[in-house]
């Protein structure tokens, strides 16, 4: 989303997080709405998984997850654990594929001015974690196979820290932490696709390729109907996941295929891409993803177990890129795109505000289990410590983000009524109508009946007045 109001004029600094445009605002809000419920379904589910892991009755939830069913002639004889991970976060990259395509070609993201600090805060917030990450490890003689498991944020999760605590966060830092997850759920799955992929079925591959061209061009051709794209789909993801490449890559590559602009000759109020994603985001926010949390949270966890994931250097690496590389990452990214390029801080925002939402970035969640499972596959035990450190750096950066917004969340209400503010009830916020006449033609009558009332009722009570103040 954008980060920025609209282009300022030649010669003027443009404005870091200032008011994000009337549309933006309203498309925002909607996503970061379905975001938020999921977000505390996610929250929910992992905490299920962990009661359901740490209980006497752990050995159920391990034949659950590990519970295998599927076609095995087709390749896919999979377990409800790997069908999590591979099948439902499918829809997941499906939807952050969409809005990966709406942001470069009809949101802010597709003028590179205004593209410029997500992205560079985004690729900053991945590459710190990740120094920080393989720093722990050379030091420490640990492994590099997790150098990526600290670059994601989650922020379904982030959104959901957000409405326990009640933060009334501006739409402008909410967009920026959207934005930055879109950016980074995009560069998240190139590093599945180009670093997780090892032997590839050619064959297999083709036909996913070819899938995709007949998924392109019979959108292309204007045909409608789930009946012919959910099969299709299927057939896609089923074939992607036989060759080698990671089957949630099907999902991304299908929603960057759907068209995010809307023809307004054929009267077209919101377009296809957008549609869909309205129907798909709350299977994904609401199903998919705390489904996979459900069978991925589930580790074991003790003190002993806690106490070593500052111990050891992979789950240390993890915690600390988590923690300190994201914040550092976006924040200084963030500072530097400022600093080099003509623009500055919005007035009603301080520096400390985007180190709050940097450090709420550093929740990772969903795709850092993800690409844990992946970068120790073949280590179960250190798996599992891997996944116990992506919730223990989780938890301490959703507790730090805490902190710094609550600090700040008097300021932030203000700045949140300023902006939902509609005294005219047209349904529009106030502040976006300051430069329309209309508007200030219809406050004038407001404000005229309000007086005309004022003085009937001075009026009335000095009538009264006068005759208490009579003689008795």
Request: charged share 20%.
């Amino acid at each position: 989303m954008s980060a920025h109001s609209p282009s300022p004029a030649p010669g003027r600094n443009r404005k870091v997080l200032g008011r994000l445009s009337l549309p933006e605002r309203t498309f925002v809000t909607d996503a970061l709405r379905t975001e938020t419920v999921g977000g505390v379904l996610l929250l929910a589910a992992a905490i299920a998984a962990l009661i359901w892991a740490n209980t006497p009755i752990r050995e159920s939830y391990e034949s659950v997850r590990d519970f295998h069913v599927g076609p095995a002639s087709l390749g896919l004889d999979l377990s409800i654990e790997h069908w999590a991970a591979d099948g439902l976060l499918a829809v997941f990259f499906f939807v952050a594929g969409i809005e990966l395509k709406r942001e470069m070609v009809a949101g802010d993201l597709r003028d590179p001015r205004a593209a410029a600090l997500p992205v560079v805060a985004a690729l900053c917030g991945m590459a710190v974690p990740a120094l920080v990450y393989t720093l722990v490890n050379v030091t420490g003689g640990g492994s590099l196979d997790g150098w990526a498991v600290p670059t994601a944020t989650d922020i379904a999760f982030a959104l959901a820290v957000l409405a326990v605590i009640g933060t009334s966060l501006p739409s402008a830092l909410r967009a920026f932490l959207l934005t930055l997850a879109v950016v980074d759920d995009l560069f998240a799955i190139l590093i599945i696709a180009v670093f997780f992929t090892e032997n590839l079925n050619f064959a297999a591959l083709g036909g996913a390729a070819a899938g995709l061209a007949v998924f392109w061009l019979l959108l292309r051709r204007g045909v409608h109907g789930w009946y012919v794209y959910v099969p299709l789909a299927l057939v896609i993801w089923g074939l992607m996941y036989n060759s080698g490449v990671h089957a949630t890559i099907a999902g991304v590559a299908m929603g960057l295929m759907l068209r995010c602009t809307t023809r307004k000759d054929e009267g077209e109020r919101r377009s296809p891409g957008e549609r869909v994603e309205h129907l798909v985001r709350p299977l994904s926010a609401g199903l998919a993803v705390p489904l996979f949390a459900l069978f991925s949270a589930g580790v074991a966890v003790s003190g002993g177990a806690l106490g070593e994931v500052f111990t050891q250097p992979e789950t240390l690496g993890v915690v600390l890129g988590l923690v300190v590389g994201k914040a550092v990452g976006i924040f200084g990214g963030t500072w530097l795109t400022a600093r080099f390029t003509r623009a500055s801080l919005s007035d009603d925002l301080a520096w400390p505000d985007v180190f709050a939402v940097s450090s709420l970035a550093g929740i990772g969640f969903t795709v850092s289990l993800l690409i844990g499972e992946l970068a120790f596959a073949g280590d179960k035990a250190l798996t599992d410590e891997v996944k116990a450190a992506v919730l223990m750096g989780s938890l301490i950066a959703a507790a730090l983000s805490a902190v710094l917004l609550k600090v700040r969340n008097a300021k932030y209400r203000r700045l949140w009524e300023d902006e939902e503010r509609d005294d005219d009830l047209d349904g529009i916020p106030d502040i976006y109508e300051q430069d329309n006449p209309a508007y200030h033609l219809r406050m004038a009558e407001i404000h005229e009946r309000k007086a005309a009332e004022h003085r009937r009722l001075a009026e009335v009570t000095g009538g009264a007045s006068e005759e208490n103040d009579g003689p008795a």
